[in-house]
RNA sequence: GGCGGGGUAGCCAAGUGGUAAGGCAGGGCUCUGCAAAAGCCUUAUGCGUCGGUUCGAUUCCGACCCUCGCCUCCA
């Protein structure tokens, strides 16, 4: 059985089928960070979520060409650029290099491209003069320029294929800018925004004057650049499922470009938000956490990510601190087995995975990428292995089967247990004292000595072989 | 108001028309000089409430309650 997932066109678990004739190319995208501030855990659980897409894809064999954009022209980062007084690649840059070392410390592969808007204007405009040569785009006086959804819809597109939208029931007013009171229908949304005095030095030139792209154009704009104008997979948080990934679609498709019944997406995926505490993140509530503050709490990126993975992406997850605790423990857990299972496998030749482990997290990835089935699995034979290894039934060769199984899922899970290291030979020393004490029954120095030892640093696991050191 | 997700043990979280994965926490045990660490075992007559369909429902249907998201630039 193949790979099959949730697809938001059509609200249905389809099987995945790349667009390459020959099977082997899969184009992905995903919407990436507005950088006008450090991002928070509930924007990683989607860009670990992408990692975790993008894994799996690559560990089915695709030839996986993975997309993010990064958004550094849009109204907060005008907002904070003009009140901090500096130039906006100056602003932006200092977020976008804090967004990708946290994408690291989370263990995520990086996107093998991630285009700029700043550095896309030229496509994007171009792409604005396809909408308006073919009539779904209109300007204004201002020289603002809008996309018409009703034109759009009169040339037999589609618009509300993600979402199910009754116009007549929209909530509309609030949100709506004033300086959008040009456009021909609330529904309608800007491609391109006339040069405001408030923007700044922020702005250029384009045939309809001075201004700035909106925000929905870049992706369609760079997407097809960079993957073609119909390529496999899209993704995001569920959140940009209306109106931006919606109106991606609709830039893209109603520019012409396409052949009749070409998409510009076959298959678009959202990921859930993430609840901290019991409830929604907010600044207010004191539970709106960047990855900064959680690492300086003492949680690491590798317990972050494993949280962050232990729950289906389609389902809205409960983070907590609580959580991270657990976190902890549960990888400890399985670096034990793994510690164990390396020793065990000592001098083994290298050997062929063992295929139970594969086959059962296998299944579980291809369901909709259910990564909590694929956690019990990795637990149950972690369990398995434990019992096989206090009972002394475990081969070298058995255990690096074992191992070779472990390694190629932590190509997809990138939780990587890392071996311990080696302890400092005064540690050692320190230990081997011990021992001499213990055998002499001097009960009180040995037991001075693992204080000494704990205080620097180390633990002692007594085992029916001997003493072992862990770093504490 | 409209649309779409959810409500499963103390907490987190899979799943199924035939009697509930996994993780954390808790309890018991093993090992140990004692500890620690580790390991093993164990923990839901029950899956929001009330009805209905069915031989059988947590799973399907209906109503209701609660909760989360979106409804025009929020992952």
Request: glycine content about 8%.
């Amino acid at each position: 059985m193949g790979l099959r997932f949730l697809n938001t066109l059509s609200r249905a678990v389809e099987d995945f089928v790349p667009l390459d004739p020959q099977g082997r190319r899969v184009g992905m995208y995903c919407c990436g960070p507005t950088v006008y501030d450090l991002a928070h855990v509930g924007n990683f659980r989607t860009f670990v979520s992408a990692d975790l897409v993008r894994r799996w894809l690559e560990f089915k064999g695709y030839a996986v060409q993975h997309v993010m954009n990064i958004t550094d022209v849009e109204d907060k980062i005008i907002a904070r650029v003009r009140s901090a007084q500096v130039a906006i690649t100056e602003y932006t840059r200092k977020y976008e290099e804090e967004f990708l070392a946290d994408l690291r410390t989370l263990g995520c592969r990086l996107p093998h491209q991630m285009p700029h808007a700043t550095a896309h204007l030229a496509e994007m405009i171009t792409l604005i003069g396809q909408l308006l040569e073919r009539g779904v785009a209109y300007s204004t006086p201002d020289g603002s320029v809008y996309f018409s959804i009703q034109k759009y819809r009169e040339r037999g597109h589609q618009y509300g294929q993600l979402v199910n939208l009754n116009f007549e029931n929209l909530r509309v007013g609030e949100r709506v800018r004033n300086d959008e009171y040009a456009k021909e229908s609330l529904a309608d949304f800007a491609l391109w925004k006339a040069r405001v005095p408030e923007d700044g030095a922020v702005f250029w030139p384009s045939p309809w004057g001075e201004g700035r792209p909106g925000w929905h154009i870049e992706c369609s704009a760079m997407s097809m650049k960079v993957l073609g104008r119909s390529f496999d997979l899209h993704l995001g948080g569920e959140d940009l499922a209306f109106p931006h990934h919606e109106d991606e679609i609709a830039q893209s498709e109603g520019a012409g470009l396409h052949a009749p019944g070409e998409r510009f997406v076959k298959y678009w995926l959202h990921v859930a938000h993430l609840l901290v505490e019991g409830k929604k993140m907010a600044k207010s509530l004191g539970n709106f956490f960047t990855l900064r503050d959680l690492l300086g709490k003492g949680h690491t990126g590798r317990e972050i990510r494993y949280l962050l993975l232990t729950a289906h992406y389609r389902e809205s997850f409960n983070f907590t601190l609580e959580g991270l605790q657990g976190a902890r423990t549960a990888l400890a857990r399985l670096d034990e087995c793994l510690a164990k299972l390396r020793e065990a496998a000592a001098g083994a030749a290298a050997a062929a995975a063992e295929p139970q482990l594969i086959a059962s997290f296998t299944a579980a990835l291809d369901d909709d990428f259910n990564i909590s089935a694929g956690w019990a699995a990795i637990f149950e034979w972690v369990r398995q292995k434990n019992k096989a290894l206090a009972e002394n039934q475990l081969t070298p060769a058995l255990a690096a089967a074992a191992l070779a199984a472990w390694e190629q899922l932590d190509a997809v899970l990138g939780v990587g247990a890392q071996a311990a290291g080696e302890a400092p030979a005064e540690i050692v020393a320190l230990l081997e004292q011990r021992q001499a004490a213990r055998k002499a029954r001097d009960f009180k120095r040995s037991d001075t000595l693992r204080d000494e030892i704990k205080a620097r640093g180390w633990i002692i696991e007594d085992t029916p072989k001997g003493p072992k050191l862990k770093p504490a």
